[in-house]
């Protein structure tokens, strides 16, 4: 629900308007304007009679908003959203940004020579999952601690900020203590709530990726427990939904670029490297979501894919992300934007 005060409102009247909502178990977030205050009301707003709040005098006018989302939603915040990622803008008119490195953090030599690849390549940020999710429990996991001082050190040796997963609750400070720019929330953590309110009180970043067989509206949602929190530093991440298509690794879902777009201000990034599960396929799917608008793109890259420790398949070369980026300014010329 949307509150609109008028523009003499007193705040004597409106504190009261506060109070009679929030003693309901809902929350009041409040957006000033030049003309107007907006009011967005998070919570079961069922419960709320538009008609009393009519009645408080500072009240100009009320709209309830179909989707349950009211932070990561357009309505509430017109403009689009740019988040800073250390230096690095995502969203809104600025520059395409692409992230990029190996899918997992191997040892320092092998990280820096990757590191070094990329960036010269033209990545605006690193990327390298020191603690790795999964499917089997016999699979290697990631070097943990280890690798997220490896990432610290390519980071002050290359100077672009870094971006990796968070997979509990306990490894925040952790993160923080190394200072990493973005913390991804990765698709099998999308729904991990007591994850995102956490995640969600500290001023971090966050990359939260679609769950594997979640509706757009329940990744809204999901962005919405962070931004609730307090931290509305929050970027879409488009990987791909499991569907019963098997000749790629996941289904590259890019309509839900124009869809959030439509909704949300959040910045949207795409990552075709486990959408697709195949390099071969990873620089058509970039330069299709380049042309339907995405703020980003998140690609595995890795100085020797047949040698990296996991995700080989779907990793391009150095020499590859050059050509794909090289291409993707091409695009993006066309659409008024840069990369």
Same mark, same amino acid.
């Given at each position: 629900?949307?509150?609109?005060l008028?523009?003499?409102?007193?705040?004597?009247?409106?504190? !009261?308007?506060?109070?009679?909502?929030?003693?309901?178990? &809902?929350?009041?977030?409040? $957006?000033?304007?030049?003309?107007?205050?907006?009011?967005?009301?998070?919570?079961?707003?069922?419960?709320?009679?538009?008609?009393?709040?009519?009645?408080?005098?500072?009240?100009?006018?009320?709209? *309830?908003? +179909?989707?349950?989302?009211?932070?990561?939603? *357009?309505?509430?915040?017109?403009?689009? =959203?740019?988040?800073?990622?250390?230096?690095?803008?995502?969203?809104?008119?600025?520059? $395409?940004?692409?992230?990029?490195?190996?899918?997992?953090?191997?040892?320092?030599?092998? #990280?820096?020579?990757? +590191?070094?690849?990329?960036?010269?390549?033209?990545?605006?940020?690193? !990327?390298?999952?020191?603690?790795?999710?999964?499917? =089997?429990?016999? @699979?290697?996991?990631g070097?943990g601690?280890?690798? /997220?001082?490896?990432?610290?050190?390519?980071?002050?040796?290359?100077?672009?900020?870094?971006?990796?997963e968070?997979?509990?609750i306990?490894?925040?400070?952790e993160f923080?203590?190394?200072?990493?720019?973005? $913390?991804?929330?990765?698709?099998?953590?999308?729904?991990?709530?007591? /994850?995102?309110?956490?995640?969600?009180?500290?001023?971090?970043?966050?990359?939260? %990726?679609?769950? #594997?067989?979640?509706?757009?509206?329940?990744? #809204?949602? @999901?962005?919405?427990?962070?931004?609730?929190?307090?931290?509305?530093?929050?970027?879409?991440?488009? !990987?791909?939904?499991?569907?019963?298509?098997?000749?790629?690794?996941?289904? /590259?879902?890019? =309509?839900?670029?124009?869809?959030?777009?439509? !909704?949300?201000? /959040?910045?949207?990034?795409?990552?075709?490297?486990?959408?697709?599960?195949?390099?071969?396929?990873?620089e058509s799917?970039?330069?299709? @979501?380049? +042309?339907?608008?995405?703020?980003? &793109?998140?690609?595995?890259?890795?100085?020797?894919?047949?040698?990296?420790?996991?995700?080989?398949?779907?990793?391009?070369?150095?020499?590859?992300?050059?050509?794909? $980026?090289?291409?993707? %300014?091409?695009?993006?010329?066309?659409?008024? *934007?840069?990369?």
């Open positions: 629900m949307i509150i609109t008028k523009r003499d409102a007193s705040q004597e009247e409106t504190e !009261r308007l506060i109070h009679s909502i929030e003693q309901l178990g &809902l929350e009041m977030h409040l $957006i000033s304007g030049t003309s107007f205050n907006v009011f967005g009301v998070v919570g079961d707003t069922t419960i709320l009679d538009e008609k009393k709040i009519y009645g408080y005098s500072c009240v100009q006018d009320v709209c *309830r908003i +179909a989707a349950p989302y009211k932070l990561a939603n *357009r309505v509430f915040h017109p403009s689009d =959203s740019v988040i800073d990622v250390g230096g690095v803008k995502v969203g809104g008119h600025e520059k $395409i940004v692409v992230i990029s490195g190996p899918c997992s953090v191997e040892d320092e030599e092998s #990280l820096m020579t990757s +590191a070094e690849a990329v960036k010269k390549a033209g990545a605006d940020m690193l !990327r390298g999952g020191a603690y790795k999710p999964r499917t =089997s429990p016999y @699979a290697f996991q070097r601690e280890e690798g /997220l001082i490896t990432l610290q050190h390519a980071k002050e040796k290359f100077g672009f900020p870094i971006v990796t968070l997979m509990s306990n490894k925040i400070q923080l203590d190394h200072d990493v720019d973005m $913390i991804q929330i990765g698709a099998r953590n999308m729904q991990n709530f007591d /994850l995102l309110k956490e995640v969600g009180k500290t001023n971090v970043p966050v990359l939260l %990726k679609r769950g #594997l067989s979640n509706t757009i509206e329940e990744w #809204l949602m @999901a962005a919405e427990y962070i931004m609730s929190g307090g931290n509305t530093n929050v970027i879409l991440c488009e !990987r791909g939904i499991r569907t019963f298509e098997k000749y790629t690794r996941n289904t /590259l879902d890019l =309509s839900v670029i124009p869809i959030v777009k439509e !909704r949300s201000h /959040l910045p949207i990034v795409i990552d075709p490297s486990h959408a697709t599960g195949d390099r071969d396929l990873v799917m970039s330069l299709a @979501a380049i +042309a339907a608008g995405a703020d980003g &793109l998140i690609i595995e890259a890795h100085h020797n894919p047949e040698a990296a420790w996991s995700d080989g398949a779907q990793t391009v070369t150095p020499e590859q992300l050059q050509q794909i $980026i090289a291409k993707g %300014k091409a695009i993006a010329h066309v659409i008024g *934007r840069s990369m």
